[in-house]
């Protein structure tokens, strides 16, 4: 269980006391009560503000009420200390015995610690990467589709049922640039002098196998044939050969999603007419004349009537157009079916991931699916910042194959799929970040990849080893359960417990918030205080994890390193990381 959670019910225990002695007038809302843990560990290890937001209801001083508070905190077995901050803080301090106590339960469940019900099993939907199937994954899907995927593996850790979902954008104008492309090469393949590659189509050598593949199966009987005739077939061809490069891009990265949606599909089966209907019985579409951005009013501009959702009625700046002036459907038109689509799947909540090229389309979207749902808290958009790759600090040069980008292939070729998944969540998702190829494959402190799987391995050699040192070759998991505990008395010790214990409290945290970096943040702190304690032991005998000459105390060390590997290896696991018993 939770710290947080344990004290929490201690106090509302302790309110619904005073309630029966008189203390309040009426019964106080407790929703508004926090316990936390101090930012600065001087002031340690819980406060509570239950004083500051009740004070009212017992028509008294904030500090009034805090004393009769924690009159009653003081006497709980597991504090040690408490005292009154400020207006009205309540802080406790609790015995290392209680600390040490709970070493049991991650003993206990082992890799599962963290796990629990706080999702309730309320259905998810995230969606993350769903690039236009245009060319290769490059590097800034790498931030989205990692950040998606760690994301969907941390809400499943707390309860939720997820699904993952990839939206393949199969529908635009793009795609026919793409039937294009293939045609080009289509042709160079057939042997014909094609010359240069035309402007406006894409350039990369990946469309060269396109070409070869439609030379191959079709000949030549689409050369010199109107483009009416085969952009059907070439569009088709070529967004699935792209989708199985993606695929196997994703794979490489360690993800496969488990649903793909079409955009075209969706539209072929009417779904846009379906929302479009729902939305117009809500009486959320008119027909109207959107005025131009202010200061961007284009030479060709003229005033026309367009079919218009009422965004501005759910927060959006204005009012979206649903058609074309040719009749076809908006973009947005078709994003909206296919959220009208998840909606009738049963999501109770969907997470979008996008580039930080759509911020603009957050407000709409958003907007869109409360419309469609009647709730405003539905959907979630997270914007994943540009990623600057360089090497040894310097620029890396743009990639032939691609045209124009470093593909994701690329740099999980140079660094390895689980270097690329941990670093991209060191940095929160919407903040820029630099990603030196030289500086994350280094052994070094300063790599938190290596510095954390460090630190898993040396747990492991620790227990690895222990058994012949102590001559115990039965130093079972339940002869660490059964450990003497009180043994850790360590301020070194005392610190890890306290951090290995609070892995729950991270973990839900990190999930309330949906921000999947707090748990790279958290494995980096674990990391730096075992490492800490390790060269403590290396400096001062006394303090070795192994020491032949005091058996109980080194299998209550043991447990410890148990504990920590085991909650290393379940960070890593959300992570989608293999945690490494040995470094070579």
Avoid at 222 to 234: A, H, M, S
Avoid at 281 to 307: A, H, N
Avoid at 347 to 375: L, P, Q
Wanted: charged share 25%.
């Amino acid at each position: 269980m939770q710290i947080k959670k344990i004290f929490q019910d201690h106090v509302i225990n302790i309110i619904s006391s005073l309630v029966n002695d008189g203390v309040f007038v009426s019964r106080p809302d407790i929703s508004r009560v926090v316990v936390d843990t101090p930012r600065d560990t001087s002031h340690g290890d819980i406060a509570i503000n239950a004083a500051m937001v009740l004070s009212k209801d017992a028509r008294m001083a904030p500090r009034e009420l805090a004393e009769i508070i924690q009159s009653k905190l003081s006497e709980l077995g597991d504090v040690q200390k408490s005292e009154i901050a400020g207006p009205g803080f309540i802080n406790l301090s609790l015995k290392a015995d209680f600390w040490q106590r709970q070493l049991t339960e991650v003993l206990k469940y082992k890799t599962n610690y963290g796990d629990s019900n706080f999702g309730e099993s309320k259905k998810v939907n995230v969606e993350y990467v769903s690039a236009n199937p245009t060319g290769p994954l490059h590097v800034a899907h790498a931030r989205g589709a990692v950040t998606g995927d760690v994301l969907a593996n941390l809400l499943r850790k707390v309860g939720y049922d997820v699904t993952t979902e990839y939206y393949i954008n199969d529908a635009g104008n793009q795609v026919d640039v793409l039937a294009r492309s293939a045609y080009f090469r289509y042709c160079e393949a057939l042997g014909h002098d094609v010359g240069e590659i035309p402007d406006g189509l894409y350039p990369g050598d990946y469309m060269i196998e396109v070409g070869h593949c439609l030379a191959s199966e079709e000949g030549d009987k689409w050369y010199g044939v109107d483009e009416v005739e085969w952009i059907k077939l070439f569009r088709e061809v070529t967004v699935e050969m792209m989708m199985k490069t993606v695929r196997s891009d994703l794979a490489a990265l360690g993800i496969k999603q488990d649903i793909f949606t079409s955009e075209r599909a969706l539209v072929d089966a009417g779904i846009v007419n379906d929302v479009f209907n729902d939305l117009n019985s809500k009486e959320l579409i008119y027909k109207g004349v959107l005025e131009p951005p202010k200061g961007m009013k284009p030479d060709d501009w003229e005033r026309r009537e367009q079919t218009l959702f009422k965004s501005t009625s759910f927060g959006d700046d204005i009012d979206r157009p649903l058609k074309k002036s040719d009749g076809s459907w908006t973009y947005f038109a078709n994003d909206i079916a296919y959220h009208y689509d998840k909606h009738r799947r049963g999501y109770e909540f969907m997470i979008n991931i996008f580039g930080a090229d759509h911020s603009g389309y957050v407000k709409r979207m958003k907007a869109a699916v409360s419309a469609i749902t009647g709730r405003s808290d539905t959907l979630n958009i997270k914007l994943c910042q540009i990623v600057h790759l360089k090497k040894g600090g310097k620029p890396i040069r743009m990639s032939k194959r691609s045209g124009n980008f470093i593909t994701l292939r690329d740099l999980i070729d140079e660094v390895g799929k689980d270097v690329v998944r941990f670093i991209m969540l060191t940095r929160k998702n919407d903040t820029q970040m630099e990603f030196d190829l030289k500086k994350v494959v280094d052994h070094s402190r300063d790599n938190p990849v290596f510095y954390l799987q460090y630190a898993h391995a040396r747990c492991c050699s620790v227990l690895r080893n222990a058994p012949e040192i102590l001559g115990n070759p039965k130093l079972t998991l339940n002869l660490l359960h059964d450990a003497d505990f009180s043994k850790l008395d360590d301020p070194g010790e005392l610190d890890l417990i306290r951090q290995v214990v609070s892995w729950p409290q991270v973990v839900e945290a990190a999930a309330e918030v949906q921000e999947p970096h707090r748990l790279a943040y958290y494995l980096n702190d674990l990391a730096e205080l075992f490492h800490a304690l390790w060269n403590k032991g290396r400096d001062n005998s006394s303090l070795r994890f192994v020491n032949s000459e005091n058996p109980d105390l080194t299998v209550a060390r043991l447990a410890l390193v148990q504990a920590v590997a085991f909650v290393i290896a379940s960070g890593l696991n959300v992570f989608g990381i293999e945690p490494v018993e040995e470094l070579r």
